[in-house]
T-cell receptor, first 117, second 116 residues
Framework: AQKITQTQPGMFVQEKEAVTLDCTYD???????LFWYKQPSSGEMIFLIY??????QNATEGRYSLNFQKARKSANLVISASQLGDSAMYFC??????????????FGAGTRLFVKA | DSGVTQTPKHLITATGQRVTLRCSPR?????VYWYQQSLDQGLQFLIQ???????AKGNILERFSAQQFPDLHSELNLSSLELGDSALYFC???????????????FGAGTRLSVL
């Protein structure tokens, strides 16, 4: 069965330093997609980065990069040069094909990141 | 602004009642997804519609139903409400772009439902 595991409930990072948020997944499908979303205290879900299972290059979006290790089934998010505004909850998610022709997406429990000045 | 519009932002109602949550997807997106976020269950996928047709179903209760209309907006109907239905309900949309970006789900701001 699909499963997303985020083992770090909370993390602290010093401003301007890099931080890695861990995510492992479990699926028997060959075709799937992996996402990271940010949820600040205001509650909205902000898309950060996407990696397709067939993408050979790691995805990057500005200060965000996804360290995709397919054999290990891990999709860690790396945030470089942390900013105070990065303090938020971060969710890893996986999208898998569904028998109805659509897509089911499951989310991990999230990691709360605190950026210290 | 994600381009996905959800109304209302807040909803307070009583147990046993029925409510309707509305979602307008981003321009050009054909897929709409509904999610429930609660403290004890986390973010749960409920259902997906594509161009008016149901395409995937997750942990959606039988008391809940959804539909997507010809203009692509979607509604989530919650009936016989219970205290445990109190949660943040998100709508997301995707599919309007080409290539890998068509897979990206953009979320609305959510509807916070409080059942008293």
């Amino acid at each position: 069965a699909q499963k997303i595991t985020q083992t770090q409930p909370g993390m602290f990072v010093q401003e301007k330093e890099a931080v890695t948020l861990d995510c492992t997944y479990d699926t028997s499908d060959q075709s799937y997609g992996l996402f990271w979303y940010k949820q600040p205290s205001s509650g909205e879900m902000i898309f950060l980065i996407y990696q397709g299972s067939y993408d050979e290059q790691n995805a990057t979006e500005g200060r965000y990069s996804l360290n995709f290790q397919k054999a290990r089934k891990s999709a860690n998010l790396v945030i470089s040069a942390s900013q105070l505004g990065d303090s938020a909850m971060y969710f890893c998610a996986m999208r898998e094909g569904h028998r109805g022709g659509g897509f089911k997406t499951i989310f991990g429990a999230g990691t709360r990141l605190f950026v210290k000045a | 602004d994600s381009g996905v519009t959800q109304t209302p932002k807040h909803l307070i109602t009583a147990t046993g009642q029925r409510v309707t949550l509305r979602c307008s997807p981003r321009s050009g997106d054909l897929s709409v997804y509904w999610y429930q976020q609660s403290l004890d269950q986390g973010l749960q996928f409920l259902i997906q519609y594509y161009n008016g047709e149901e395409r995937a179903k997750g942990n959606i209760l039988e008391r809940f139903s959804a539909q997507q209309f010809p203009d692509l907006h979607s509604e989530l109907n919650l009936s016989s409400l219970e205290l445990g239905d109190s949660a943040l309900y998100f709508c997301a949309s995707s599919g309007g772009a080409s290539g890998a970006t068509k897979n990206i789900q953009y979320f609305g701001a959510g509807t916070r439902l409080s059942v008293l």
